[in-house]
Structure formats: structure tokens, C-alpha cells
């Protein structure tokens, strides 16, 4: 199995506060992704990253950055949550020969009240 | 926009039977993936197709990629209730390294 963890694995927020979500792996693959996944609309990608600092948007970015400044953390923040992210979030790698191949981390499940 | 169609949305069988999963689309990739989710975790890699007309068989599991290379199945032969979860397909083009990903579909084998 690919090394990814994820954390927290679980949080409660309020709305209008920041949050961070942190994926990191062990595997030294080039593309990273965080996705969101909701009950009727499958996964949907946020933000992507092709390499240290090099990252680019999604289908529904609007509400999130992210950063990596190391090969191995990818992270995501919510610069203010809404009530609309609350989500289950995923971080995946992309395979290291066949990049289009991604295995997943855990989730973090992340409430906004 | 691109879509990755999958068909049926839910499937409730008993166990023995088979099942087939549909993921359409209009647009041609380059491969196709096929990934199970149980609850609580992330989805995990089953298969890889890449060649039009491709089969590719995991124990009891069939895949299949079309010869167009817009749509694939997943056959279930003998459903056992360890195959309960939610599968989904996902599309990959030459043109960038993101996945286009079908809806999913909930299988639940009962005992």
C-alpha cells in the first residue's frame, strides 16, 4: 500500500475559521491531489500539484489554496469555512510509472457548524 | 464538460448472483480505472484498461474497456457479500493528468 496519512482524521469547525488539512506521503510521487466527496456528486477535484510549489485548481477551487513546499506534504486550507465544505476530503498520489493510477489516503472528515 | 456516466446508481442483489456495472461516456480516454470504497476509507485501485476491447479478470471480477475506448463494465460473477462497497470508474486523457470520475455505484451482496 502507497504511504499516505492524512490529518486529522476527523474535525469540527466553526464557520468563518481557517482550517488546514494536511496529506503527506512516503512515496516520493511527483502528483499530489486533494478531492471532496459528497453523497450524489461522487469525487471532485479541489486542487492538484505537479511538483514542489507547482499546483493548479480544480473543478471547485473557489474557497481553497493549497501549498507544497516539500515533495512529500500537500496542504489544504479553507481560508474561511462555510457550512458548504462540510465534506469528506481525500488526498491522493498519482502512481509513479503509470500517473494516472492514484491511491488514496484515509479522509478527513471535516464538519463546519 | 466531460462525463463518466455509471449505471446503475445502487444495486441490492443476494449473494451468488452476478452483476454487471456500466461506466459510459462520449468522450475517448486514454485508460480507464475501476476503484472499490468501503465506508470510512479511501477508494482503493482495482484494474487498469488501456487497450480498446481490453479484459482483464481479478478472481471474480471481468473487466472490460470498449473498443472506442468511451465505456467500460464491471461483471461480478457469484457476488459475495465482501464485495459490498461503492465502485467507481475513472477516466484518464493524454491531454492532462487528471481523472475524470463517474458517480459510482453502491453494491450491497446480502447474505
Known amino acids: 500500500d502507497a504511504g499516505i496519512t492524512q490529518s486529522p482524521r476527523h474535525k469540527v469547525t466553526e464557520t468563518g475559521t481557517p482550517v488546514t488539512l494536511r496529506c503527506h506521503q512516503t512515496e516520493n510521487h511527483r502528483y499530489m491531489y486533494w478531492y471532496r466527496q459528497d453523497p450524489g456528486h461522487g469525487l471532485r477535484l479541489i486542487h492538484y500539484s505537479y511538483g514542489v510549489k507547482d499546483t493548479d485548481k480544480g473543478e471547485v477551487s473557489d474557497g481553497y489554496s493549497v501549498s507544497r513546499s516539500k515533495t512529500e506534504d500537500f496542504l489544504l486550507t479553507l481560508e474561511s469555512a462555510t457550512s458548504s465544505q462540510t465534506s469528506v476530503y481525500f488526498c491522493?498520489?498519482?502512481?509513479?510509472?503509470?500517473?494516472?493510477?492514484?491511491?488514496f489516503g484515509p479522509g478527513t472528515r471535516l464538519t463546519v457548524t | 464538460t466531460q462525463l463518466l456516466e455509471q449505471s446503475p446508481q445502487f444495486l441490492s442483489i443476494q449473494e451468488g448472483e452476478n452483476l454487471t456495472v456500466y461506466c459510459n461516456s462520449s468522450?475517448?480516454?486514454?485508460?480507464l480505472q475501476w476503484y472499490r470504497q468501503e465506508p470510512g476509507e479511501g477508494p482503493v485501485l482495482l484494474v487498469t484498461?488501456?487497450?480498446g476491447g481490453e479484459v482483464k479478470k481479478l478472481k471474480r471480477l471481468t473487466f472490460q474497456f470498449g473498443d472506442a475506448r468511451k465505456d467500460s463494465s464491471l461483471h461480478i460473477t457469484a457476488a459475495q457479500p465482501g464485495d459490498t462497497g461503492l465502485y467507481l470508474c475513472a477516466g484518464a486523457m493524454d491531454s492532462n493528468y487528471q481523472l475524470i470520475w463517474g458517480a459510482g455505484t453502491k453494491l450491497i451482496i446480502k447474505p
Open positions: 468522450s475517448v480516454f486514454s485508460s
Open positions: 484498461v488501456v487497450t
Open positions: 491522493a498520489i498519482g502512481g509513479r510509472d503509470r500517473i494516472y493510477e492514484q491511491y
